[in-house]
């Protein structure tokens, strides 16, 4: 038996349903693919906008996982100047002892579309000082990461 969306026990968001649904298919034609460590973005569309995926801070402390946290008031990213929308921040958090990036949140305009890009990011595995050097299009909320991600603090030495 197959299921998806709420009547598989699954977060309650459509892009999670759409998700469900190509693992049925997948697995329909052979595959063997489960919703096991699915990286499942929220997006609460208000004003402004909050967005957020992997961990935060509670679910780290309850999980015993150490991290580096870093955050950026939104009236830094330089996109707020000529929108003036300067409300809400950004926040990362990176593994203590590697570069992961293990969770972020955010909020403020365009915070799904942000969020987005450090997802993709997280699947990758893509240690966060290359999103941090990445060159991003000036004059957009995401060029906010650079800041951001600049302020993740060192690794302790061990």
């Known amino acids: ?5 709420e009547v598989a026990g699954s977060p309650q968001f459509t892009h999670v349903s759409v998700d469900d649904f190509r693992l049925v298919r997948d697995n329909l034609a052979g595959g063997h693919r489960t ?3 699915r990286l499942v973005p929220y997006t609460l569309f208000t004003d402004p906008p909050l967005a957020r995926v992997g961990l935060n801070e509670s679910d780290a402390l309850r999980d015993g996982i150490a991290v580096r946290v870093a955050t950026l008031p939104m009236s830094n990213v330089l996109r707020t100047e000529a929108t003036d929308e300067t409300q809400g921040f950004m926040k990362v958090l990176v593994g203590a002892n590697d570069d ?8 403020g305009p365009e915070a799904g579309e942000v969020m987005a890009s450090v997802q993709t990011a997280m699947i990758a595995e893509l240690p966060y000082p290359k999103l941090r050097d990445a060159v ?16 993740v603090p060192a690794r302790v030495a061990q």
């Open 1 to 5: 038996m197959w299921a998806i969306g």
């Open 35 to 37: 919703t096991t460590d």
């Open 100 to 107: 992961r990036i293990l969770g972020y949140s955010m909020i």
């Open 136 to 151: 991003i299009s000036h004059l957009t909320f995401a060029e906010g990461l650079g800041p951001l991600l600049s302020k």
